[in-house]
């Protein structure tokens, strides 16, 4: 194993390799369809701070299964927030609005990623049988 946890030896890396071609296929094309319905700013801002939300999540639910997290977060959150597409909009918009937009993305986001831990955490918990 690398210092990343990760398969140090390529055969093993394939099954991973392919999880998060899949996970991030399924993101960005669901952050394409929703940007394609919702073409506005603050469909990158709500992406975003769901994604957040889903990762945290997944961080608790998903830490003993690998393979399901690199599918689903590697890939699929990767794919489906977009920290690039967040950054160009701050830039190109009025110098208030682009404030607004900062700040409300990036402490929605942080706040969502910890309360989705939290919830995911819960959940384990629950399904392990103990109430801490």
Known sequence: MSE?????????????????????????????????????IWTTLVINVVGSLILGVLVALLIHDKIWYIFLGTGFCGGFTTFSSFAVQAVT??????????????IPAILAAAWGRALGERWMRRREGTTV
């Not at 394939?14 to 991030?24: E, F, R």
């Not at 110098?95 to 993305?105: E, K």
């Open 4 to 40: 990343l946890g990760l398969p140090s030896t390529t055969a093993p890396m394939v099954p991973a390799i392919g999880a998060v071609a899949a996970g991030g296929a399924l993101g960005a094309l669901t952050r394409y369809g929703l940007g394609e319905w919702f073409p506005h």
């Open 93 to 106: 918009e009025s110098p208030m609005r682009s404030i607004l937009y900062v700040l409300g993305t990036l």
